[in-house]
């Protein structure tokens, strides 16, 4: 078990060093140079030299790469924005728990719709409500989840001149408003997440009842729900979390398009801003920073799979 | 005797009527005026020129001089120059010095590390010189030799040649703004919130980045009795629908910096909020078709007037933007009344040229430049302007397509087209907005003059060029005058540029809203010196 | 209505069934239109779509850049059944041609993904050891980045336009799901008969060919149908963030993101329609997806 663990950390060392060459590149690779961007052809060539010397961007390709990477590595210096010439790793932790309490939430939503919805559908297999379940998910996820945030804002307040954005507060600092702020988004966000978990509920559970043991169990005589719920749904729960962790960049990705709408100061922002307007240093580290979470937040869940079905050997 | 009974019974009810009317436009003290906006991408106004950190730091700081507001403009493109930290200025007779006597007594903000100190000439030789060292805008300052404090309150510029723009860029907030330099010297730059410490009508309180900006009004500010405002808040609201619906719903008094809403929203808001005050203006922008005018075709003057003739104008108009907009939109905007031109004050033979729509004519020139079976061609624009320009791109192919010209939309990402295409470097054709200026001398030198990164049609003209130079060098406004006339005269039947139809912008606020007249120029914070809340 | 009795997987194929010998993919058709309702409703709507697709040309009542600024925004009447945009271009027509987009976008991309996905998977698997190690290094560090991210560079990269989407969408989906790929590729590769096939001198292709693949298809279809709506759905995201196919082609995500939510207040149906447009293609692909899942899954234990 804990050579697994040690196997598994050391093989994310190489995962984030290729994250870090890629994003490096992608962001040098894009048209376009943010010191033209910054003055927006207004400048001329002595303005636009002045301020990429400024912004270090005159040395060599791999000088620039060593001094970004040594400097995280050796000082945890993620550095600074081109643009608000601010701490990026200070941004950064002030605005993380937003996007995690939106993902959190967000999930929350969906897997108690999803799953609820998909235990129902396999037990009641092409029955009616098997049906109805399963068109619904699918309903669910076809709705294009920036179409349904635009109306949720703007529909009430052409006919009730109410409008469910309001400027953030930090659940620290007041958590009844916080969580007013928060459940419109992570509803708009989790039912159109819902789908997916839903799906793979149905079929996860609808193999799991097919095994030996749970025909085992119903020859014991135990009832439909212990053996649903006690039994089958903790092995049925593995692809649910595992999609669940797949699916983790979607949400701090995904999370741009909400928290654009809905006034939410979160990572997704940011990230998404820096992005347009060429702020390498940002881009580049809070790309780092979420990959570094997502290989973590995968490494949890494969040892959570240990719990959940000891079936499982390690090789 | 009854003429003195009239009068006594008259007067009382005219003195009542006289001072209702004139409570009604007393300015109250008091409120906090909320702005839904998205983020600036930095609050340094040199090491950027975003607009939105212009506008959002011109509540806080001050400039030598500056465009008239509120009750001092007589239009929204008033750009006379009116005195600011500076209270008075000469000019000598060579056009080449400008001294300038600052207010005495005006104080920085009171924050660390300046802690209120009076403003000095250094300051604003500090200034200056940063902008000129500093700023993407620094080509305005080019004339620029010196800059000296001759003493605490006197500050001499000493110009290399005349320079008739040179008061305009020094009163537009984009640029000239005073700074002091213990900020710097502490912050290294003027981006982190605590460093923006000015002279303006409002103090930066806090700024909890991506969610609000909150300004306090100015105790010591020198304009006695001003602001009005308690305090500004801006509402940091990235999406534009959200912005639209927070001012329906009355958690904001402006959907945008400057309370612009596009033709379709504001129409929209004039039937679902009959209440709020929803005015269009014409603004200073312009937006246009440009070619590559040094190279073929588009260096046939017969196939550039053949484009002209092809775009139908006035149907845009009326269809797209409710008849509103102003179909003579170049070379000089028509919201730059002082400058302007009119095309129907031009021989007709050329005027069509810049604003007809004759198809036939448009196929006789094109097989008179040797087309006849017409060409194809490219048009490079960036998709993500406002709503009119998604559609008047399509439009555009589709009437050249009626001439015989097949042109391919080529959609660019933002950053390949401000720093290729918007700068001359593309093939053929493209087409787009640009920048509003505020000195007429942007929209004639800076388009037309060879070799600059504005001039988008590769233009290179030298009757022109010696015109441009004239008014630019002219200092008596009235002979410049006639010199932007000539050329416009010239200009008319070039088709360097081929003009599109310029929308009005609509402004829309609550009732409750006062004093907030649309001004021309970037700034935010004089505008908001006079306005006030009615309630 | 709770089941008394376990609960019998009615879709075992019965072996004591006298042999048709009719070959698995037609055979999976029969039995869908027999045992599967909502997977036979998803095939007609995608059958409807592929046709409108297919044959806009002649089914479209305009041209799909036909432009008539007299007849802006109407909602609907009887020359203009969906209504106009904002340019008077008639939105059925547009629907249609941006069925072909769209499909074929989804389509172009899918299928390269697939076999992307196979490729890798298979040989990741297949091969094991070294390779396996640095080939899922790489799908782990692309798998870490949001998927906005990647598009959005990769976009902005090469410009808009359908061949790019669809290579960089296929791409993306082919990465992704060589994931699953490999980890049925694994399960088969454990299989005894695999190791008497080397035993016998098979080369490594033709073991990979011959017994690997086809048993990883039936996944691989399940996988690549119902993506079909996930990219789909991700290129109607790109052309929100402006990053689409260009203008004036026709897309539903184009349409929905761009006209629609422009002119909301004046027009509410040039939003609607290409969102059941979307819908529908969404839905009819997943149900699709789910009725083939269900019957293919079985034989691939039972095979």
């Known amino acids: 078990m804990r050579q697994y663990i040690l196997r598994r950390l050391a093989l994310a060392v190489p995962t984030l060093f290729l994250v870090s060459v890629i994003v490096f590149g992608l962001m040098r690779l894009m048209p376009g140079d943010v010191a033209t961007r910054m003055v927006e052809g207004h400048g001329y060539a002595k303005t636009l030299d002045a301020l990429r010397r400024d912004l270090g961007l005159d040395r060599p390709v791999h000088v620039q790469y060593v001094e970004w990477i040594g400097n995280i590595v050796l000082h945890g210096d993620f550095g600074r924005s081109y643009w608000t010439r601010q701490p990026i790793l200070e941004e950064f932790v002030r605005r993380f728990p937003v996007t995690l309490e939106l993902a959190l939430l967000t999930i929350l939503v969906s897997v108690v719709i999803g799953v609820v919805v998909g235990i129902l559908s396999a037990v009641r297999q092409d029955s009616v409500s098997d049906y109805v379940g399963r068109i619904l998910a699918i309903l669910a996820l076809s709705i294009p989840y920036f179409g349904l945030a635009v109306v949720v804002v703007v529909v009430p307040s052409i006919y009730f001149k109410w409008t469910p954005v309001w400027t953030y507060v930090a659940f620290t600092a007041d958590p009844l408003q916080n969580l007013k702020i928060m459940l419109v988004p992570a509803l708009v966000f989790g039912v159109t997440r819902a789908g997916p978990i839903m799906r793979i509920m149905r079929s996860a559970l609808l193999d799991v009842l097919r095994q030996e043991y749970i025909r085992t169990a119903w020859s014991k005589g135990l009832s439909e729900r212990t053996i649903v719920l006690r039994h089958a749904l903790k092995n049925a729960m593995i692809p649910v979390i595992s999609l669940i962790g797949l699916q983790m960049p979607l949400y701090i990705g995904g999370s741009v398009i909400i928290e654009s709408i809905f006034r939410l100061p979160g990572v997704g922002l940011f990230f998404f801003e820096a992005l347009g307007k060429l702020d390498y240093p940002v881009v580049q580290s809070v790309n780092l920073i979420i990959a570094a979470m997502v290989v973590g937040l995968n490494l949890a869940i494969d040892l959570s799979y240990a719990f959940l079905d000891p079936r499982i050997r390690y090789r | 005797m009854h003429r003195r009974l009239a009068l006594a019974l008259f007067l009382p009810l005219v003195l009542a009527l006289a001072t209702q009317a004139a409570e009604a436009q007393t300015p109250k003290r008091g409120g906090v005026l909320r702005i839904a906006e998205r983020e600036a991408p930095g609050l340094d106004p040199h090491l950027t020129i975003s607009f939105l950190s212009h506008s959002y730091v011109s509540l806080t700081y001050s400039q030598l001089v500056r465009f008239p507001n509120g009750p001092e403009q007589k239009h929204p493109a008033d750009f006379s120059i009116l005195p600011d930290l500076a209270e008075k200025w000469t000019v000598s007779k060579d056009g080449k010095v400008y001294t300038f006597a600052l207010r005495k007594g005006v104080r920085f903000h009171n924050k660390p590390p300046v802690n209120g100190r009076e403003v000095t000439a250094e300051d604003v030789k500090y200034s200056l010189e940063r902008f000129a060292a500093k700023s993407g805008f620094n080509t305005r300052f080019e004339p620029v030799g010196a800059i000296e404090a001759v003493d605490r309150h006197t500050v001499r510029i000493t110009l290399k040649e005349p320079y008739a723009p040179f008061l305009n860029h020094l009163a537009n907030p984009s640029f000239c703004v005073i700074l002091p330099r213990e900020a710097e010297e502490k912050f290294k730059d003027f981006n982190h919130p605590d460093a923006v410490i000015g002279t303006g009508p409002f103090v930066m309180k806090s700024y909890e980045k991506g969610v609000k900006v909150v300004f306090e009004r100015n105790p010591d500010y020198f304009m006695k009795g001003l602001p009005y405002l308690d305090g500004v808040v801006i509402e940091i609201t990235p999406d534009a629908a959200a912005r639209v619906a927070v001012l329906r719903a009355g958690k904001a008094d402006l959907p945008h910096i400057w309370g612009w809403v596009s033709p379709e929203e504001g129409k929209a808001l004039q039937k679902t909020n009959p209440e709020m005050v929803v005015t269009p203006h014409q603004v200073i922008g312009q937006g246009f078709i440009y070619m590559r005018t040094d190279q073929p075709p588009f260096n046939d003057v017969r196939v550039r007037r053949a484009v002209s003739l092809a775009i139908d104008r006035k149907a845009w108009n009326e269809a797209l933007l409710f008849g509103e907009g102003c179909v003579d939109s170049g070379p000089v905007p028509c919201a730059l009344k002082e400058w302007k031109l009119d095309a129907a004050k031009i021989d007709p033979a050329r005027a069509k040229y810049l604003t007809g729509y004759d198809p036939a004519e448009a196929k006789k020139l094109l097989a008179e430049a040797g087309q006849a079976k017409g060409f194809t061609t490219p048009i490079f624009h960036w998709p993500g302007y406002v709503v009119p320009w998604r559609s008047y791109y399509e439009l555009a192919a589709e009437n050249l397509g009626k001439i015989g010209i097949t042109a391919e939309l080529k959609p660019e990402e933002y950053g390949k087209y401000i720093s290729t295409t918007a700068l001359g470097k593309y093939e053929k054709m493209a087409m787009g907005p640009s920048t509003p200026f505020t000195e007429v001398d942007d929209f004639l030198y800076g388009r037309f003059y060879p070799e600059l990164p504005t001039n988008q049609s590769r233009v290179a003209d030298a009757e022109l060029s010696k015109m441009l130079l004239a008014q630019r060098r002219e200092m008596d406004p009235k002979k410049r005058k006639q010199i932007v006339d000539d050329i416009q005269r010239y200009l008319a039947d070039k088709a360097y540029y081929v003009y599109v139809p310029q929308w009005p912008q609509y402004v829309a606020h609550p009732p409750a809203v006062k004093g907030f007249l649309h001004h021309d120029g970037y700034g935010l914070g004089m505008r908001l010196v006079y306005t006030w809340f009615d309630r | ?303």
């Open chain 3, 1 to 303: 209505m709770s089941v008394a009795t376990p609960p019998i997987d009615a879709t075992l194929p019965r072996r004591t069934a006298p042999a048709r010998s009719r070959p698995w993919y037609l055979d999976v058709w029969v039995q869908m239109v027999r045992r599967k309702p909502l997977g036979t409703a998803g095939g007609v709507i995608v059958l409807v779509m592929l046709a409108a697709a297919v044959g806009a040309e002649w089914i479209s009542p305009y041209g799909f850049a036909q432009t008539s600024l007299r007849e802006r925004f109407i909602a609907m009447n009887g020359s203009h059944w969906l209504g106009t945009d904002q340019l008077g271009r008639d939105l059925l027509t547009r629907l249609i041609y941006g069925a072909r987009i769209s499909l074929y976008v989804g389509f172009g991309a899918v299928l390269l993904g697939s076999l992307l996905a196979t490729a890798i998977g298979i040989l990741s698997a297949y091969f094991g050891g070294r390779v396996d190690m640095l080939v899922q290094r790489g799908v782990d560090a692309w798998m870490a980045f949001p998927p906005l991210l990647l598009l959005m560079s990769i976009m902005s990269l090469v410009g808009p336009s359908v061949w790019n989407i669809t290579v960089v969408l296929g791409v993306a989906f082919g990465i992704q799901n060589s994931r699953v790929v490999r980890g049925v590729a694994l399960g088969i590769k454990e299989n005894t008969y695999i190791e008497s096939a080397r035993a016998m001198g098979s080369s490594h292709t033709a073991i990979a060919v011959r017994h690997i693949l086809p048993n990883t298809l039936p996944t691989i279809i399940v996988v690549a149908t119902t993506g079909l709506s996930t990219v789909i759905l991700t290129e109607a995201s790109l052309s929100f963030l402006g990053l689409g196919v260009p203008p004036p082609y026709p897309t539903w995500g184009g349409m929905l993101s761009l006209a629609g939510l422009d002119h909301m207040y004046q027009a509410p149906w040039l939003a609607i329609w290409p969102a059941v447009a979307l819908s529908l293609a969404v839905f009819g692909f997943n149900m699709l997806g789910d009725g083939l899942r269900d019957l293919l899954d079985p034989r691939l234990k039972g095979g």
